[in-house]
């Protein structure tokens, strides 16, 4: 059990004090938790809704708070102490790492057995990077042709297409179940001719996998690979999730051919 406290001096204006006043001391407290949220758990974006004390034996009092995380509320005990010019508050940080986790997983959880386009879903699509907003018309059309969501111990993924067009513009994601947080990667097709028209675009693509399949070239197929390009959200190129890494090596995209919004996890030192 981990326990933060935090001191809050006020300033009196006269030479005298008064008795603590329970709203004041509420509201102090509330203030302090606030704080101890955004200090260390500043990427769960938690609040604090509400914080209820009574007094058991001055200058002690003891309660809840109830804070708000993912669309839903959890609540730890409190245990306060205040004089009128300090206000201690002491939290449990096992039961606040347990709220946030249930909160969690019971939100993950809606995935089971659907398909991937439920990333779409604004609740889900919230825990995608924001960066993907940008592309989000080029990440909803991939996800016309879908699949069923697949599950490890420690991701969910989802893939898909846009229609008619298989093998030429898919998209994937992944979603980290310890962090709840989302990445994605964005395939394009890079027709020789980009004067060609989707049709012709299609063709093209189709022509060329079955040739591929029916000599088993495997030159072929690199070059078929080579008019894939990536666009990568939310993760490092050189740390991939590893679904996302599976899918991206089997759909042939390689450091030639992907961007990426986010820096690799090591960058050697400038010289």
């Given at each position: 059990m981990r326990t933060?406290?935090?001191?809050l001096s006020l300033i009196l204006l006269t030479g005298c004090r008064a008795s603590p006043n329970i709203e004041r001391v509420t509201a102090d407290s509330k203030t302090q938790l606030q704080h101890e949220l955004t200090k260390n758990y500043a990427e769960k974006n938690a609040t604090v809704q509400k914080v209820s004390l009574v007094l058991t034996t001055a200058p002690k009092?003891?309660?809840?708070?109830?804070?708000?995380?993912?669309?839903?509320?959890?609540?730890?005990?409190?245990?306060?102490?205040?004089?009128?010019?300090?206000?201690?508050?002491?939290?449990?940080?096992?039961k606040l790492a347990s709220g946030f986790e249930l909160i969690l997983q019971r939100d993950l959880a809606n995935l089971e057995g659907k398909y991937s386009d439920y990333i779409l879903n604004p609740a889900m699509f919230d825990r995608m990077p924001a960066s993907l907003e940008v592309a989000k018309a080029d990440f909803v059309a991939r996800l016309s042709v879908v699949a069923l969501i697949k599950s490890d111990d420690h991701y969910y993924f989802g893939s898909g297409c846009a229609q008619h067009e298989c093998g030429m513009n898919e998209t994937a994601w992944v979603i980290d179940k310890t962090t709840g947080k989302g990445a994605a990667l964005i395939m394009k097709y890079k027709p020789d001719d980009p004067g060609l028209s989707e049709a012709d675009q299609r063709a093209q693509h189709t022509a060329e996998v079955a040739h591929s399949l029916v000599t088993q070239d495997a030159t072929e197929a690199k070059a078929l690979a080579s008019h894939n390009y990536f666009q990568l959200y939310g993760a490092a190129l050189d740390n991939l999730p590893p679904p996302l890494a599976a899918w991206a090596d089997q759909h042939g995209m390689t450091k030639m051919n992907v961007g990426s919004d986010v820096p690799p996890a090591y960058q050697a030192p400038q010289k």
């Open positions: 933060a406290a935090v001191a009092y003891e309660g809840e708070a109830t804070i708000a995380f993912d669309n839903s509320t959890f609540t730890v005990p409190l245990a306060v102490t205040s004089d009128g010019l300090t206000t201690l508050v002491t939290t449990d940080d096992q």
